[in-house]
């Protein structure tokens, strides 16, 4: 399980120390940089809270920085909609790895909503989830762990076949047994 490393700020400050992010297959260290509600604002890439973005959306799309978003379980992203071609990153943060929502709602963001931004997880998942979130739309995961690029890179190859469509286009289990049936039927 993990922790939040945005959680880790001090009063009035951004997070001291950028996090480990897996993303295209590789742990790269983050260029954004989760800013408090009560903090000011950093040059560079901020994520800030969905309430915070609310309050002060005209200023913070006004910054020629990259600006994300982050979103608890128990927020909708219906809310950003007319903004979500301005944002470059919606960051999903669970609070509990047994809590579902992220899931969804990374892929309302992908399906309903068509956001072409990043979509990062962050908080308490756990490593066989991140093939799950994945299938839904996810690009990036915020590492507060010691996992190691193998451990990381075997959790997103645990799905091999799916029987349902989702975010990720993959064929299903359907699509690969009616592939197989036209092709022998051809061969015939």
């Known amino acids: 399980m993990l922790t939040d ?15 480990r992010i897996f993303r295209n297959g590789r742990i790269v260290t983050d260029d954004f940089v989760f800013v408090a509600d009560d903090a000011h604002l950093p040059a560079g890439p901020v994520i800030v809270t969905q309430k ?3 309050a002060e959306r005209d200023h913070l799309l006004s910054r020629p920085a990259p600006l994300g978003v982050r979103l608890e379980t128990a927020e909708s992203p219906d809310l950003l909609r ?3 071609p301005k944002l470059k990153l919606i960051e999903l943060r669970v609070g509990y790895f047994k809590d579902g929502r992220a899931f969804s709602w990374a892929r309302v963001l992908r399906t309903r909503l068509h956001f072409a931004g990043e979509i990062r997880v962050s ?3 756990l490593l ?10 996810v690009d990036s995961f915020t590492l507060a762990g010691n996992w190691s690029q193998t451990e990381i890179e075997r959790a997103t190859g645990l799905i ?9 286009h993959r064929p299903t289990i359907g699509d690969l047994r009616r592939r197989t049936l036209v092709t022998a039927t051809a061969a015939e």
């Open 128 to 137: 066989d989830q991140i093939a799950f979130f994945l299938r839904v739309g």
């Open 123 to 125: 908080g308490h998942f």
């Open 160 to 168: 091999s076949n799916v029987y349902q469509p989702s975010a990720d």
């Open 82 to 84: 007319p903004d979500l």
């Open 5 to 19: 490393p945005g959680s880790a700020t001090s009063p009035g400050n951004v997070s001291p120390v950028l996090p």
């Open 52 to 54: 915070r973005f609310l």
